[in-house]
């Protein structure tokens, strides 16, 4: 195998294996057995381990060729017999790569069971098919994985060392589409120790490594010098990979109704995995994957606690983000060691392989009456998803750090009311806005935001929208509602122009403990209909009069904490203010877009209008504020 394939993708090692007091040599040759060679009723028997590192072997018989059956060519349907088989139960999983020897030579490897029979009947996957996979092309995360809905192995288990049952329970909702299952297994005294890869012998590909360890166990088929082909099946079929390939040392087999499984460590990494196809999965021997860093610090701020971790995960653009995100969701777990609610503080950078390339940070707040841990971990998600897979460039990532603070206290804090001094303005104009906010259990407080009028603002009538920065503006909230559209859907349907725009869209979104001033274009909307865009629905709302008392002086501060440079940034046509509470609620102010010779004499004009009809309020615009019982429960 022409290694340089690789050398772009994995960092080339070399395993101390004199010092370890091991050494790979070369697998002793032998004849492979071709399957037009092959008949019905030839015996032979399959290699494998059930226990430890021994491997013990069971009788095969060969009943027959089934012809394209498999997701590479050709099946072997085999019976398979012997005390092994009764102690286990038929074939099950992590047997998938035992290889199966007829008169001395290589058949294949056990890659299948059958589902709905005594567990008895098995296919195997012809050797020849599996060697090629050294020689196979860079193909990276190929698409629609082969399913089979008799063939076993469906649900592939993984063996998860270190993680807690939520965070497998997580792991499952966000893999069901790829079938695995979570499992939680144990260290073996002899994990540190490095053993070489023999046919027969156990073989862990790994996802995750480090403080926690993620992957599926099963058995090596074939050796040739550094190269190594097992399982006889795809793991996921995700083409050219970069698996971490570790020792596994056998605790038992465990049985099962569906089918059982081996329960194995996850060991010593030894080597890399960098191909997952039809035929099974083949690798190199000291050569080592580099995978995506993942660097934690967590804090319980109640109890003092803090747990710094962390891991390696392989570098898919599938199945990075949730690997990523169980990760932390586990560890943040064992740091709280509760279940419940919360608020806590996400801080996130991303660094990219390409120095030309931005590093992505974000900070946020969350609260969670029912999980702040799994509260935590979404944003990380979203965005590590959408990084590797943005339409416009290969953003390689070279490693990832998450900081997360967390408290019992319910931060969050509720719009109750706001006025802003001018309703009437032109562009280049600021609007000074003073929101008053119910903190949960605390007193009032204010918080001042200067909504600055875009100078390209064209001339009309405008809502200008106050929110909490996790608050869906009300004509996304309607659409959505309308439309019946998920989270992921909406996202799609943003629109960017090229990286530097999504990159600026991504890092700087809303953050939930800000205060947002947007204008809201009236014909706003997420989807098409019928050709034109969806008007935006006005809310119906009850208005209150702001008394004028709570307008700036002059633009003099009024009682209440001001926002600092640093709180505040000016976003073309939204202002932000940052506070210490997650924001809930919003209203919307009717502003009046005019030329400058015209506003002094509207702004007259309004005030006198005011005066006739009784409203001593000077400067004032009708503010309506969202019932909070009427909000989604993913903002509440």
């Not at 020792?247 to 997952?276: P, Q, Y």
């Not at 869209?505 to 205060?515: G, H, M």
């Amino acid at each position: 195998m022409q290694l340089h394939r690789f050398w772009r993708r994995y960092t080339k090692g070399v395993l101390a294996l004199l010092l370890c007091g091991a050494t790979f040599t070369s697998a002793h040759a032998i004849e492979f057995m071709k399957v037009e060679d092959l008949h019905r009723g030839m015996v032979g028997h399959a290699d494998t381990v059930v226990q430890g590192d021994k491997i013990d072997s069971f009788k095969v018989e060969v009943l027959g060729v089934m012809k394209q059956r498999g997701p590479s060519g050709d099946l072997i349907l085999v019976k398979v017999s012997g005390p092994i088989i009764d102690a286990s139960g038929g074939i099950v999983h992590g047997m998938s790569g035992s290889p199966v020897y007829i008169d001395g030579k290589l058949v294949g490897a056990v890659a299948y069971g059958w589902g709905f029979t005594d567990g008895t009947l098995g296919m195997v996957t012809p050797i020849d098919q599996m060697v090629k996979l050294w020689d196979e092309k860079y193909q990276k995360d190929l698409p629609n994985p082969w399913k089979d809905t008799q063939l076993i192995p469906l649900g592939t288990p993984l063996m998860a060392d270190g993680y807690d049952e939520t965070s497998l329970a997580y792991l499952g909702t966000k893999f069901k589409d790829f079938g695995y299952k979570g499992y939680a297994t144990a260290s073996d005294s002899t994990d540190d120790i490095v053993k070489p890869m023999v046919p027969g012998g156990s073989i862990a590909a790994l996802l995750v490594k480090g403080d926690l360890k993620m992957g599926a166990v099963g058995t090596v088929t074939y050796v040739d010098k550094d190269k190594v082909v097992a399982f006889g099946h795809p793991f996921d079929k995700r083409g050219s990979t970069g698996y971490f390939m570790n020792n596994s040392s056998i605790f038992t087999v465990v049985k099962s109704i569906d089918s059982g499984f081996k329960l194995g460590s996850l060991g010593r990494e030894v080597g890399v995995i960098t191909e997952d196809r039809g035929a099974g999965i083949a690798g190199t021997v000291g050569v080592f994957g580099k995978g995506v860093p993942v660097r934690m610090q967590l804090r319980d701020l109640d109890r003092g606690v803090e747990r710094n971790a962390a891991v390696t995960v392989v570098e898919s653009s599938k199945l990075t983000p949730t690997l990523v995100a169980t990760s932390v969701y586990s560890l943040l777990n064992k740091t709280l060691d509760r279940v419940g609610g919360g608020t806590a503080k996400i801080n996130i950078k991303i660094t990219p392989v390409d120095p030309k390339l931005p590093t992505l940070e974000r900070r946020n707040m969350v609260y969670s009456s029912s999980s702040v841990s799994e509260k935590s971990i979404d944003e990380l998600f979203d965005i590590v998803e959408s990084l590797m897979n943005n339409a416009f460039k290969d953003y390689e990532i070279r490693d990832i750090q998450v900081d997360v603070q967390v408290e019992e206290a319910k931060r969050t804090a509720t719009i109750i009311d706001a006025s802003a001094d001018q309703v009437i303005v032109s562009p280049g104009d600021n609007i000074v806005i003073t929101a008053n906010l119910q903190a949960y259990r605390e007193g009032k407080i204010q918080r001042e935001i200067i909504f600055k009028v875009p100078e390209d603002q064209k001339l009309g009538t405008y809502t200008l929208e106050v929110r909490g920065g996790g608050v869906i503006p009300l004509p996304y909230l309607f659409e959505k509602q309308k439309y019946n559209l998920t989270d992921e859907i909406v996202e799609r349907l943003k629109v960017h122009k090229n990286f530097d725009e999504y990159f600026k869209d991504l890092s700087e979104d809303d953050q939930n403990n800000q205060i947002v001033a947007e204008f809201l274009a009236d014909d706003i909307s997420m989807v098409e209909e019928s050709g034109d865009k969806a008007k935006k629905q006005r809310l119906e709302a009850d208005e209150e009069d702001v008394d004028d008392d709570e307008l700036p002086n002059g633009g003099k501060h009024k009682k209440g904490l001001k926002a600092s440079d640093d709180d505040e940034k000016e976003n073309n046509e939204a202002s932000r203010v940052v506070v210490d509470y997650v924001v809930l609620g919003d209203g919307q102010f009717t502003v009046q877009v005019v030329d400058k010779k015209d506003r002094d004499h509207l702004r007259k004009q309004r005030i006198k209008e005011k005066l006739s009809n009784l409203i001593c309020c000077q400067y004032l615009s009708h503010f309506c504020v969202r019932n909070i019982n009427k909000f989604p429960a993913s903002i509440q």
